[in-house]
């Protein structure tokens, strides 16, 4: 987390924030997400018909990678100074690029890609966040995603 005065927001516009942590996507979270979310397709969730795709083994529901955005950029995002709360203010892109196989290790990156005030003490903060795959040259994701944050 880059606590910042709010003054000098536009000073982080262009610029990576952090990167966070490798977490590995495991099968028992891949079950838990197919549960939660009733999306049972074959290729999240059976070991055995999924090693005959392409991929060659189970994958994690790519909305389960974007589920993952606040916990992994938890660290890495652009935080103004005075702030009571942060609001998911949805996507102005979201792209799956690659899928992510069981077993495997994500992280994000987080860049700031504009910052305004809508309303007295509310910030549109807008951020391009992109989630790697270790090993994988192409990212799982790449996302411009809104925050509402909230000041003093």
């Not at 994958?59 to 009571?84: K, Q």
């Not at 992280?107 to 989630?131: D, H, M, Y």
Request: proline residues 5%; negative net charge.
């Amino acid at each position: 987390m880059k606590l910042v005065p709010i003054d000098k927001l536009n000073d982080y516009i262009g610029k990576e924030i952090g990167c966070s942590d490798w977490f590995l996507v495991d099968q028992e979270q891949i079950n838990k997400f197919a549960e939660v979310t009733k999306d049972h397709q074959f290729i999240h969730i059976n070991e055995e018909q999924a090693k005959k795709t392409p991929f060659g083994s189970t994958i994690a529901h790519g909305f389960l990678t974007l589920s993952m955005l606040t916990y992994l950029t938890e660290n890495c995002r652009l935080i103004p100074e005075g702030t009571v709360m942060g609001i998911n203010y949805g996507f102005d892109k979201v792209r799956f690029i690659m899928p992510v196989k069981v077993n495997s290790r994500i992280r994000a990156r987080s860049k700031p890609l504009s910052c305004s005030e809508k309303n007295p003490g509310q910030w549109l903060i807008k951020s391009e966040v992109t989630v790697e795959i270790e090993d994988e040259e192409k990212p799982a994701i790449v996302s411009e995603w809104l925050s509402m944050v909230i000041t003093k």
